[in-house]
């Protein structure tokens, strides 16, 4: 079940200078930075809130590493904005089974790892009114801080 949007995924040409935007303009801070060879992408995560099933909502601020990545791809079409959203689920191997059942077209499968430790797959955007849509399991435990 899907219980929290986990983040909304923000692609931008200049991660350091897009990060100083939303912390001088709303005060977010960096809870974690990664990079994700897979994704192609240098990313970071700024908390927004904790949500009641004992997950967190955030905003996931995206710069491709290699032009030809997803990122790298949508940047160059559309400049910058937001990417995907992602909607928290305690088992995104069920759900993702059970939407693909619907007849959405799952890109992965199997989930692929995304930050900080969590497991993740999409939905493919033309089966979603447009919207490039993450399903997300969060890593069990603390999340990793840093
Ligand atoms: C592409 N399209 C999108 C879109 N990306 N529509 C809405 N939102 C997006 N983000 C549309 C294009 O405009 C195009 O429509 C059509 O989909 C095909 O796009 P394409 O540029 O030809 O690219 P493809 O087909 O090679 O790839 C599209 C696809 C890809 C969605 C399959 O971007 C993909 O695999 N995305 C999932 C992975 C990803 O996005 N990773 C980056 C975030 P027209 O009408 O022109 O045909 S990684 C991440 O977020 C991780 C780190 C995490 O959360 O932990």
């Not at 897009?18 to 908390?47: C, D, I």
């Not at 937001?82 to 089974?97: E, L, P, R």
């Amino acid at each position: 079940m899907l219980t929290r949007i986990d983040h909304i995924g923000i692609a931008c040409f200049d991660l350091d200078r897009t990060v100083e935007f939303y912390r001088a303009t709303y005060g977010f801070e960096v809870l974690h930075t990664e990079v994700n060879e897979e994704q192609g992408v240098r990313e970071a995560m700024l908390k927004i809130n904790e949500t009641s099933d004992g997950g967190a909502s955030y905003l996931q601020l995206l710069e491709p590493i290699r032009e030809d990545s997803p990122v790298g791809k949508w940047l160059a079409k559309n400049g910058e904005g937001v990417h995907h959203i992602a909607f928290g689920t305690a088992d995104v191997d069920g759900d993702a089974a059970a939407i693909r059942g619907k007849g959405v077209r799952v890109l992965y499968d199997e989930p692929r790892r995304g930050s900080m430790d969590s497991r993740i797959t999409f939905l493919h955007p033309k089966d979603c009114h447009g919207v490039l849509t993450e399903l997300v399991t969060s890593a069990p435990g603390p999340r990793a801080e840093h």
